[in-house]
DNA sequence: ACGATTTGACCAGA
DNA sequence: TCTGGTCAAATCGT
């Protein structure tokens, strides 16, 4: 568990080094930032590595039958979350200079190297239509497990509150293509959707499409913020905020005594109204940076901190 | 009462 | 015209 927590910290570290970089981008050189970055995945997965093969947590997950997630995903999931703190990055410096063709080049370098195809074939063995329609731009697809008890039924967990608003049988395929929307469509206009469908040959895999990126977890007012600090907060509510997290292999990892989690609800997280809005995400943290980027690796350190040591203690 | 889901109707793009 | 995507009324669950 030690090298657990000395690879998260190394990872962080990592990040946080390069943090400057980030804010110079346009001058910085694309591919030196791009080894760094496989450098940061690598140790935030190895370290995931660990910590599965850690045995309390390796005979929870048995006991769980929690799904082994495709390490190729959590490297997207990586990936995606690097991917947007970039182009967020990008579009900032864009909007502050005014010379164009440093950042397009960078800008193009960058989201080349990391984002679309690439990270589309990683996520995916589908092959992609080469053909574009108008809005293909901001779909992403990838495979996930789908639970092996209790309710198959469910579409995965992702860390997001989604609320369902159509179901189509889609001509050639045996199972219905479920349509989401971002529960806080309404009070923040998160354009993000996501469509569900379960493989013909494989029904125990779920296709999951992403279009549009949540804007709910970014906005001033938006539910990322954690609750003013609350006298206890108690194992539960630690819990429900664990249902949030984004990466699934980090939720169940990190969760933990792990008891009803596995088989949650119908098809969304939910929350009850005074947990409504969870406490920002381990992503959120690291990758949304927004506006204020500095403190951003500091928070990642509060935000371990808080999440770790209960569970040290705990046990 | 309120929010989520279901499901047939409707709409727009290919 | 066909199909996938969305709407919205009805229904359900808490």
Known sequence: MDEFI??????????????????????HQNQEMISKLDEIIRVFISARERLSSHQDVSQMLQQQQQPQIDPSLQEYWLRTKMVELFQSQLMAERMSSSSGLENKQAEGGLAMELSGRDVQA?????AQRPRRRKDDADKRTMRVPAPRMGNTE??????YTWRKYGQKEILGSRFPRGYYRCTHQKLYQCPAKKQVQRLDDDPYTFEVTYRGDHICHMSATAPSVPPPQLPEITRE???????????????FSL???GSSMAAAGPSTVRY?????????????VMFNS??????????????????????????
């Open 255 to 257: 969760g933990g005594s």
């Open 272 to 284: 009850g109204k005074e947990a409504e809005f969870p406490v920002a995400d381990m992503a959120d």
């Open 154 to 159: 469910i579409p995965p967990e992702d860390g």
């Open 122 to 126: 990683m996520a995916s063995s589908s």
């Open 290 to 315: 927004g506006s204020s980027s500095s403190n951003s690796m500091e928070s990642i350190f509060t935000y371990m901190e808080g999440k770790w040591e209960p569970e040290e203690k705990k046990n």
């Open 237 to 251: 509510m630690t819990q429900s905020a664990m249902a949030a997290q984004p990466p699934p292999w980090l939720e």
């Open 6 to 27: 000395s690879l998260i910290l190394q990872g962080v570290k990592l990040a946080k080094d390069l943090e400057p970089a980030v804010q110079n981008l346009a001058t």
